[in-house]
């Protein structure tokens, strides 16, 4: 269990905390998850770690077993590649239908996420930051086309994708693979929706093709 931090995180934190200690392999796979640990490394209501597991639980990220345990979910190397391909198809269709919608706003805060991404890299950061950075970048894209049914469907296969930098046995070239990320958000801010999308594709053959 990480160090105690003396904050008092609220539910959405709880459950970002857990989440992200999972991508960044702080918390192993298998290892058990206690409440009364959980509370004292966050200082959060039991209530609150309860929703945050259960949440996580059904995203894939947790096993529990009622009056038995609750833990880390092993990583399952086909799981995290099919929630990766999946996350990719509407990275597709975020690029496709908000691209063409980007007001003043929405390139702002593209911008700010891009350079926390790169940030993350340069700085050997965590693969959680990385991860929810791009998953970000494509809320505020499908939040410009209006698609709220796709925000719900990128939230919901981002926490699996979040393990692909920990599969076992892979190397992955974070420096390289943001390369492609800068080129496909040069194309988003031009407006360049068709080689937004072609860029997006060979950034996603080279992240499969390395965790494959």
């Known amino acids: 269990m990480p160090q105690r931090n003396n904050r008092t995180f609220l539910r959405d934190q709880v459950y970002i905390a857990i989440r992200d200690a999972i991508a960044d392999g702080v918390l192993e796979p298998g290892e058990r998850l206690r409440e009364d640990e959980i509370v004292e490394w966050l200082g959060s209501s039991r209530a609150s770690i309860r929703d945050a597991l259960a949440r996580l639980s059904d995203q894939g990220l947790v096993e529990m077993v009622p009056n038995q345990f609750t833990r880390v979910a092993p990583v399952d190397r086909d799981d995290v590649l099919q929630s ?89 070239d974070l420096e390289r693979l943001n390369a492609y990320v ?12 068709a080689r937004a999308v072609a860029l997006l594709r060979e950034f996603a053959a080279a992240v499969i093709g390395d965790l494959e």
């Open 84 to 172: 990766l391909v999946t996350q990719f198809v509407f990275f597709r269709i975020a690029i496709s239908e908000g691209t063409p919608r980007l007001a003043d706003e929405h390139r702002a805060e593209l911008q700010r996420l891009t350079d926390v991404v790169a940030s993350a890299v340069a700085e050997g950061g965590r693969p959680s930051v990385y991860i929810s950075g791009l998953g970000a970048y494509m809320r505020v894209l499908a939040g410009a086309a209006e698609n709220e049914m796709l925000l719900h469907y990128i939230e919901q296969s981002g926490p699996l994708v979040s393990r692909a930098l920990s599969i076992p046995g892979t190397s992955v």
């Open 182 to 193: 800068m080129r496909v958000h040069e194309a988003v801010l031009a407006g360049e929706t």
